[in-house]
């Protein structure tokens, strides 16, 4: 929800970073930032929790840096911004699952399924609407936003999702309430796009 405000001030603060890492492939810090999620994921299955909320944070700034590094040194590219994706996406069901392992109950698996479904319904939401964006020549270029490819807005976005996660790291004991609540606003998200869509991506009504 906050992203596109954010991303301007976490651009200048690791810009000057970016600048001192040209020989550092971006898709190498993006597969970096995985193995350091991965480890959280790792590390909050075995309870140590402190250890993975410093590894989740660790995650997000190379996160972070990968595309400014990207654009710092105009090494940008398609498979650079898929692969950037993807990884993402396996860093966000590692987490939830290394905090299910660590703290296992009936009702944090039942929250911690919904929750990951709902984590599929929206990146099918804003993936494909993303695409059918960029097919219309109204995506990440005309938009002017700094993103490989436009990314629709929802309730729940990269910020929210940090914070999200940094809670479930800081409150291992409330991980079914979390995930409930996470899973009911990302779902939220989804039904914004769809009602954004029928309004603008519907033929007229003759």
Known sequence: MFD?????????????????????????????????????????????????LALWLLNRLLDGLDGIVARAHDRQSDFGGYLDIVLDFVIYAAVPVGLYYGNQNNLNALALACLLSSFYINAASWMYLSAVLEKRAAGATARGELT???????????????????????????????????????????????????????????
């Open 4 to 52: 596109q405000t954010l991303r301007v001030y976490k651009d200048d603060l690791l810009r000057p970073l970016a600048l001192q890492l040209g020989r550092v492939s971006p898709n190498t810090i993006t597969i970096l930032a995985m193995g350091v999620g991965l480890a959280a994921a790792v590390a909050a299955g075995a309870q140590w929790y402190r250890v993975a």
């Open 148 to 206: 490989s490819i436009t990314m629709p807005n929802g309730l729940v976005g990269g910020a929210e999702t940090i914070l999200f996660f940094c809670l479930f790291l800081l409150w291992p004991d409330g991980l079914c309430w979390l995930f409930s609540a996470m899973t009911v606003m990302v779902l939220i998200g989804v039904g914004q796009r769809l009602l954004w869509a029928r309004r603008n991506l519907a033929p007229l009504a003759k």
